[in-house]
């Protein structure tokens, strides 16, 4: 089963394929998709000592792990404003230190296993209007609150370095960078399938 078109699919460090599983096996732990995360907590049972087992429908990072824009960067979906009213300031920022935890493991692993994988540092977020005061505010928490150096960039900025008079004001995140989605989970598998899981 070939992945779906793509530049990640037509860059592939390397195409194996797994077989399907047929019998029975006895294990500790049973991942049921070989996406990020399922990748992710098979290798670190392993890690742990436990003997896994990883099943999976299609392919390694066959959905949105491995077809993401590949932006690693700390924070959610969410604004930070809207968290701190849902959860309050200690819990808001708490949360946001694990995010920035979460950015530092998948560094750490593409250090380990293919430094290749990295394909740039820094990550910007931008505004396609004027926002600067939005901007300035989640500047302001994240610096003061949460020690995130993020540098605020007025629109002259953004758009000199974008070459582009689209957007606006710009938020720089120096700890953020961009990844081979693909080939990232499919060096999680191979880790996975090297320490003894396997991948049926």
């Known amino acids: 089963m070939n992945y779906p078109n793509s530049w990640y699919a037509n860059t592939l460090n390397e195409h194996g394929i797994r077989t399907a599983f047929v019998g029975s096996r006895k294990t500790d732990v049973v991942v049921i998709g070989a996406g990020l995360a399922g990748l992710t907590t098979a290798l670190e049972c392993l890690r742990a000592g436990k003997t896994v087992t990883v099943l999976e429908g299609k392919r390694v990072g066959w959905?949105?792990?491995?077809r993401n824009g590949g932006f690693v960067m700390a924070g959610f979906a969410e604004e930070v404003g809207n968290l701190v009213k849902s959860v309050g300031?200690?819990?808001?920022?708490?949360?946001?230190?694990?995010?920035?935890?979460?950015?530092e493991y998948v560094r750490e692993q593409i250090m380990s296993l293919d430094p290749g994988l990295m394909m740039g540092n820094g990550v910007l977020g931008v505004s396609r209007y004027l926002a600067t005061a939005e901007f300035e505010h989640?500047?302001?928490?994240?610096?003061?609150?949460?020690?995130?150096a993020v540098e605020r960039w007025e629109p002259e900025k953004t758009r000199s370095v974008l070459k582009s008079?689209?957007?606006?004001?710009?938020?720089?995140d120096p700890e953020g960078f961009h990844i081979h989605p693909l080939n990232y989970v499919r060096a999680l598998a191979l880790e996975v399938e090297r320490l003894g899981g396997k991948d049926p």
């Open 63 to 66: 959905g949105a792990s491995g």
């Open 165 to 172: 008079q689209c957007y606006f004001d710009g938020l720089y």
């Open 89 to 103: 300031l200690e819990k808001a920022k708490t949360l946001y230190g694990y995010s920035r935890m979460g950015v």
């Open 138 to 148: 989640e500047c302001g928490f994240l610096r003061n609150y949460c020690n995130h």
